[in-house]
């Protein structure tokens, strides 16, 4: 499979970027990775790479990058030789199966966006998700920034594109959906939450719904599926590392005040454990968040992705693209928009998550 | 001063609720604690503390309670005789200066704003603010709930009366205000985000603002106040509340496991680190979030208030409707209305934040 990576995109691009791919490519017999963007700079870090099957990691030379603070949509019309559009082009040409990008989010989405072939017959708009940690194991929230105007209509697509999506990655059973809001009760929040909750209750992914989930119901794990809008969800993801960030960063603090009360080892053992404690909430192991809804497969990594993310990203892109994930995304949106009850998710089964 | 306590509101009421008036006027000799809710049942708790100062802790019988998870509206028309809406009673008859609830609290703010005479002069809709802690020390958000339909004015209030509250209870000295948003470039986020922008740029207000700031510039305390609206801000509180919770519990966990290899005492030593460092995420240092924009003060505490948190309630009330707040909260919110360049919130001081 060829996916198009973007070789710019990301706070230290092109070193572990390019190098992300090296390991992928390794680890994947049957990838190819397109490095997309400055090929003099990319060549340089192929360089380093001694033993890189260079057969299957192809330079596809951008002659621009789109910086990771530049306004999307601006930067989009005025670097018409940009490495996020190349990546896209080549999607939507049939040459690669999916695109990977660290760089800037709303270059990406925006350039999905501008395209609406690229969008899976029946998807009204495409969603980012996101994997957060919780009790239960790895959660999916969608949308966490695609959709600043999200319908009800969009907010239900995204449920089923992330519970399809929590069952084909993450290996989930009957994934139950949830819907964000500020109570569990039914008329709590606003207009756009009351009409979902009214589009899911007559569809046939009612018993999959469960209704309202507060914010602290994302940590417990109470679904496996959590839906809200872009800005929402945004704020939410950017919150969580923030938060993340200042509880391990006030730890280490207290730690090093301990330390000289601490018999030598002690120490070293509690900061090992922290640091491995700290990657579970880095969501590397996914690599980054795929765009939901387009043919094909985007994985949109965190901007300071290191070599372990892009590597994983490749790896979860490949998976997105080879399996029945959009299939299933299309035929399930199909289900809806005829309602026959036949179509029925659980339809094979009879229990629950 | 006379502050209203609803003594039948919380998860463990009324048993710490009565022992933290108890507390609060022991240690404030001008306070006298009304206690709102089931006579026998409050008598019961008071009898345990034998030295309670009875003459500053009168009872006020309520025969009914609304429960933590009921219908607001619908518990509030149903049960007359309850005691959030005989708390506010008293606060409309001026019979006290203030009221505190760890109870429900939708039926705290609904309670609030059906009577809109209890508003302050000039404010379209009040909001519940609540503290983050952050690098920078405590923070503002507001509203985490009040106002779930928020118009860009609201918005533009909550900044003004956060950044005054900012100044009156956290000592902050020309707070600066952030817009909550998925970017910082002007153009980012919804048509609410976006006229929010506009209004505080043609504003006497307009130099304390920084313009968006994103989730995880909250715990970098790049900014005193932020402003965002209801339905965002309490799914933030509550997702922060769940993340928290969830990642102390994971230390826990990771605590016992490596105990057997530590040296007796040192396995203690982390654990208190570790009780002391959860506090500073519990806000129970200002006891809840005041609802903003009300004649006198209200504090919204949280469901699980214990003790602490209570008389740490009674006490920011007995500040908020002592000083100066609605009186500059007012003066504010007017001079935005005639737009008087001469009321600009700095023009006794060059020197910002």
């Known amino acids: 499979m060829r996916i198009a990576l973007d070789a710019m995109g990301g706070d230290f691009a092109p070193g572990p970027i390019v190098a992300g791919a090296v390991e992928a490519v390794r680890d994947q017999p049957e990838l190819t990775a397109l490095l997309i963007g400055d090929r003099e700079r990319i060549e340089a870090e192929l360089a380093k790479a001694h033993d890189a099957p260079r057969d299957r990691l192809p330079i596809v030379h951008a002659g621009q990058t789109i910086g990771m603070e530049e306004k999307p949509v601006e930067a989009l019309r005025k670097k018409r030789d940009n490495s996020i559009s190349r990546c896209w082009g080549l999607l939507a040409a049939g040459e690669v199966k999916a695109v990977v990008s660290a760089g800037n989010t ?3 989405v925006a350039s999905a966006l501008f395209n609406a072939k690229m969008f899976l017959p029946g998807v009204r708009r495409p969603g980012i998700a996101a994997i957060f940690p919780s009790h239960q194991g790895p959660i999916v929230i969608i949308d966490v920034g695609a959709n600043m105007n999200a319908k009800a209509e969009d907010l239900y697509q995204y449920g089923i594109m992330g519970a399809i999506y929590a069952e084909e990655i993450l290996g989930a059973t009957h994934p139950r959906i949830g ?3 500020v109570g569990t009760e039914d008329e709590k929040g606003t207009d ?7 589009l899911y209750h007559v569809s046939p992914w009612a018993s999959r719904f469960v209704g309202n ?5 994302i940590y417990e794990g109470r679904v496996r599926v959590v839906i809200c809008d872009g800005f929402v969800g945004n704020v939410l993801l950017k919150a969580g590392e923030g938060a993340v960030e200042f509880l391990f960063s006030t730890l280490r603090e207290e730690l090093a005040r301990m330390l ?7 120490g070293h053992r509690i900061a090992a454990s922290l640091h491995a404690l700290k990657s579970r909430f880095e969501y590397e192991e996914f690599g980054g968040g795929p765009l939901l809804g387009i043919r094909g497969a985007c994985i949109i990594c965190h901007g300071a992705s290191g070599v372990r993310a892009i590597k994983n990203a490749l790896r979860v892109a490949h998976a997105l693209a080879e399996d029945r994930l959009n299939c299933r995304i299309v035929e399930q949106l199909g289900a809806k928009l005829t309602g026959a009850a036949d179509e029925h998710p ?4 009879g229990a629950h998550e």
Not at 192 to 198: D, S, W
Not at 213 to 217: S, T
Not at 260 to 266: D, K, R, S, T, Y
Not at 346 to 349: I, T, V
């Open 106 to 108: 709303g270059a990406m």
């Open 179 to 181: 819907l964000l809001n």
């Open 192 to 198: 756009l939450t009351r009409a979902t909750r009214a």
């Open 213 to 217: 989930v507060e914010g602290r119901d």
């Open 260 to 266: 000289p009360e601490l018999p030598v080892g002690a």
């Open 346 to 349: 659980d339809s094979s089964s």
